[in-house]
T-cell receptor
Framework: GAVVSQHPSWVICKSGTSVKIECRSL??????MFWYRQFPKQSLMLMAT?????????EQGVEKDKFLINHASLTLSTLTVTSAHPEDSSFYIC???????????FGPGTRLLVL | AQSVTQLDSHVSVSEGTPVLLRCNYS??????LFWYVQHPNKGLQLLLK??????LVKGINGFEAEFKKSETSFHLTKPSAHMSDAAEYFC????????????FGSGTQLTVLP
């Protein structure tokens, strides 16, 4: 199956700083990438959908100025959590799909802890 | 609109006994259905998917699921549980074969007892 990677896998930061998470599709062209967050013992919640070369579409209740998404190439999308606060601590998972790809391939996730 | 309900938040079985994880769905169109597994602090792994072909779908690690339109169900089964099957399982629905809008169930935590 297709491979999607995320970097970093773990990040700890101080409150007020910004954190960037990368999501890469390693063996296919990801025309669309998705960003999810998962709180402990809960399901995945879609945050935003990004199409390569265009602005991301955010789900209701997700602040676009706080969670900046860039999808500048067919293999890379980034999520930047700006001015992070402890309540942003969560597991962030990306997924990717492409032309002719009938499923989403998920990355291994990034655990963010904001102190 | 689409939705998915996982009927059990926790299931506990003994090693070597059958596994049944229940899932019911609601979809306006012909749905695609998926089961994903998530081990602690790991990403999601696709177990199997249904996309309007055979109603009995075989997946990895001995899992299978049957699509029953009349019951709007897509239950996940395995004849004999292994300790390594202990994980969180998510049932997921997507409309019309599209990978673009997935709706996740709330998850079922499977515990396998020795």
């Amino acid at each position: 199956g297709a491979v999607v990677s995320q970097h970093p896998s773990w990040v700890i930061c101080k409150s007020g700083t910004s954190v960037k998470i990368e999501c890469r599709s390693l063996d296919f062209q990801a025309t669309t990438m998705f960003w999810y967050r998962q709180f402990p013992k809960q399901s995945l919640m879609l945050m935003a959908t990004s199409n390569e070369g265009s602005k991301a579409t955010y789900e209701q209740g997700v602040e676009k100025d706080k969670f900046l998404i860039n999808h500048a190439s067919l293999t890379l999308s980034t999520l930047t959590v700006t001015s992070a606060h402890p309540e942003d601590s969560s597991f962030y998972i990306c997924s990717a799909t492409g032309q002719g790809v009938k499923t989403q391939y998920f990355g291994p996730g990034t655990r963010l802890l904001v102190l | 609109a689409q939705s998915v309900t996982q009927l059990d938040s926790h299931v506990s079985v003994s090693e070597g006994t059958p596994v049944l994880l229940r899932c019911n769905y609601s979809s306006s169109y012909s749905p695609s259905l998926f089961w994903y597994v998530q081990h602690p602090n790991k990403g999601l792994q696709l177990l199997l998917k249904y996309t309007s072909a055979a109603t009995l779908v075989k997946g990895i690690n001995g899992f299978e699921a049957e699509f029953k339109k009349s019951e709007t169900s897509f239950h996940l089964t395995k004849p004999s549980a292994h300790m390594s099957d202990a994980a969180e399982y998510f049932c997921v629905v997507s409309d019309a074969g599209s990978a673009r809008q997935l709706t996740f169930g709330s998850g079922t935590q499977l515990t396998v007892l020795p």
